[in-house]
């Protein structure tokens, strides 16, 4: 019977040099009422900051439930691997669907039995290639979340418009302890599922029910030359797997997803704005200089985070601002990193295969 699979041609060519074969694309859903959910949230609109922990445990039950029956439909099909895990949410006709989608693997060498799950992974068959070459044996998908809220803000923040410029610290310290919260969970998923370490994560921020959730994907795997688990917290990593493959390469190893954020409040910022609201051209210094402040403060604290775990480097450092009513998020992300004797690559140079981008062929 033909394969249906989600799988490009370049992820077919590269998962064949590591001894898989293309399996059908499988699926896992679980569809909650929304009625319940978006009650949570509207009581928890004035609350300061923080979790919300009846929220974040809803959400988690159902990306868990999709996931475990995409994983059970993958066994069911006798898979070795599944690649490409996805674990969404979307929203329809009042109710809101959680999905994950991926495409299973079989050994190249299987003659139609009955093979074992050995991990699932939330990279591509390229990143997977990537990862596996770089000494990465995958494990398990993972994920950490946190629902917060931000629902006080705003009136909190009336009062504030008169302030000098500057960080907001009560805010700086409530998203900074919600976004670790994130990474201490996808951390213990991974140790739970023997992993020393969680590399390609990706992270995401979307607005839900009157919250928010920061969500944190990435892929349990194991690495000879890092540290025991039971020892030592898994180490994470936000680099693409090709990053991390040319990083090993040429001897660093990753240590830990580092981040920050620094809060700054928009009352100060719209009275700037509100004085230069006649000019019709021109910077505008105050704004300048504010926001580049809040970047350096945000960067610093990444650095302080990594000198004290002693990384030798912070690569793929990326900023991201958000509004969240009145407020200001200024967050810097990226990968704390150490030299290794232990890192090599089994392969001296990636295929042409790893690192094409597929082109999308579907032009709507």
Same mark, same amino acid.
């Given at each position: 019977?033909?394969?249906?699979?989600?799988?490009?041609?370049?992820?077919?060519? @590269?998962?064949?040099?590591?001894?898989?074969?293309?399996?059908?694309?499988?699926?896992?859903?679980?569809? /909650?009422?929304?009625?319940?959910?978006?009650?949570?949230?509207?009581?928890?609109?004035? +609350?300061?900051?923080?979790?919300?922990?009846?929220?974040?445990?809803?959400?988690?039950?159902?990306?868990?439930?999709?996931?475990?029956?995409?994983?059970?439909?993958?066994?069911?099909?006798?898979?070795?691997?599944?690649?490409?895990?996805?674990?969404?949410?979307?929203?329809?006709?009042?109710?809101?669907? /959680?999905?994950?989608?991926?495409?299973?693997?079989?050994?190249?060498?299987?003659?139609?039995?009955?093979?074992?799950?050995?991990?699932?992974?939330?990279?591509?068959?390229?990143?997977?290639?990537? &990862?596996?070459?770089?000494?990465?044996?995958?494990?398990?998908?993972?994920?950490?979340?946190?629902?917060?809220?931000?629902?006080?803000?705003?009136?909190?923040?009336?009062?504030?418009?008169?302030?000098?410029?500057?960080?907001?610290?009560?805010?700086?310290?409530?998203?900074?302890?919600?976004?670790?919260?994130?990474?201490?969970?996808?951390?213990?998923?991974?140790?739970?599922?023997?992993?020393?370490?969680?590399?390609?994560?990706?992270?995401?921020?979307?607005?839900?029910?009157?919250?928010?959730?920061?969500?944190?994907?990435?892929?349990?795997?194991?690495?000879?030359?890092?540290?025991?688990?039971?020892?030592?917290?898994?180490?994470?990593?936000?680099?693409? @797997?090709?990053?991390?493959?040319?990083?090993?390469?040429?001897?660093?190893?990753?240590?830990?997803?580092?981040?920050?954020?620094?809060?700054?409040?928009?009352?100060? +910022?719209?009275?700037?704005?509100?004085?230069?609201?006649?000019?019709?051209?021109?910077?505008?210094?105050?704004?300048?200089?504010?926001?580049?402040?809040?970047?350096?403060?945000?960067?610093?604290?990444?650095?302080?985070?990594?000198?004290?775990?002693?990384?030798?480097?912070?690569?793929?450092?990326?900023?991201?601002?958000?509004?969240?009513?009145?407020?200001?998020?200024?967050?810097?992300?990226?990968?704390?990193?150490?030299?290794?004797?232990?890192?090599?690559?089994?392969?001296?140079?990636?295929?042409? &295969?790893?690192?094409?981008?597929?082109?999308?062929?579907?032009?709507?």
């Amino acid at each position: 019977m033909a394969i249906m699979t989600g799988l490009s041609g370049n992820e077919i060519y @590269c998962l064949a040099l590591k001894g898989y074969r293309p399996g059908d694309l499988v699926i896992g859903n679980s569809v /909650f009422s929304m009625g319940f959910i978006g009650g949570l949230g509207a009581s928890w609109q004035g +609350v300061l900051g923080g979790e919300i922990e009846q929220i974040t445990n809803i959400i988690h039950e159902g990306r868990v439930a999709s996931y475990s029956r995409l994983v059970h439909e993958a066994q069911q099909r006798g898979a070795v691997g599944i690649t490409g895990v996805t674990n969404e949410l979307t929203h329809f006709h009042g109710n809101i669907e /959680f999905i994950s989608v991926a495409s299973a693997l079989h050994g190249a060498d299987a003659a139609g039995g009955r093979e074992k799950l050995e991990f699932t992974s939330s990279a591509n068959g390229q990143e997977l290639y990537c &990862q596996i070459d770089a000494g990465f044996s995958p494990k398990r998908f993972v994920f950490g979340n946190v629902a917060y809220s931000i629902g006080a803000a705003g009136g909190i923040m009336g009062a504030l418009k008169s302030m000098a410029r500057g960080e907001i610290k009560e805010f700086s310290d409530v998203f900074n302890e919600t976004r670790h919260l994130a990474l201490e969970r996808i951390s213990k998923e991974a140790s739970a599922a023997g992993g020393n370490a969680v590399v390609g994560i990706e992270t995401r921020i979307m607005r839900f029910e009157g919250a928010h959730e920061m969500l944190m994907i990435g892929t349990a795997a194991h690495h000879p030359a890092l540290p025991d688990v039971a020892l030592h917290r898994p180490v994470t990593s936000d680099l693409t @797997c090709e990053e991390m493959w040319n990083l090993v390469s040429i001897g660093y190893l990753p240590l830990k997803l580092v981040l920050s954020t620094a809060v700054y409040s928009v009352g100060v +910022v719209g009275g700037i704005k509100a004085t230069f609201s006649s000019l019709s051209r021109g910077e505008i210094n105050e704004l300048t200089t504010l926001v580049y402040d809040a970047r350096e403060h945000a960067i610093d604290r990444l650095k302080r985070e990594a000198d004290a775990i002693g990384a030798d480097d912070v690569v793929g450092i990326k900023t991201h601002i958000h509004e969240h009513g009145s407020l200001l998020e200024f967050m810097a992300i990226g990968t704390a990193v150490k030299k290794s004797d232990a890192a090599k690559t089994l392969s001296p140079t990636l295929p042409a &295969q790893a690192i094409i981008r597929d082109k999308d062929t579907w032009i709507g």
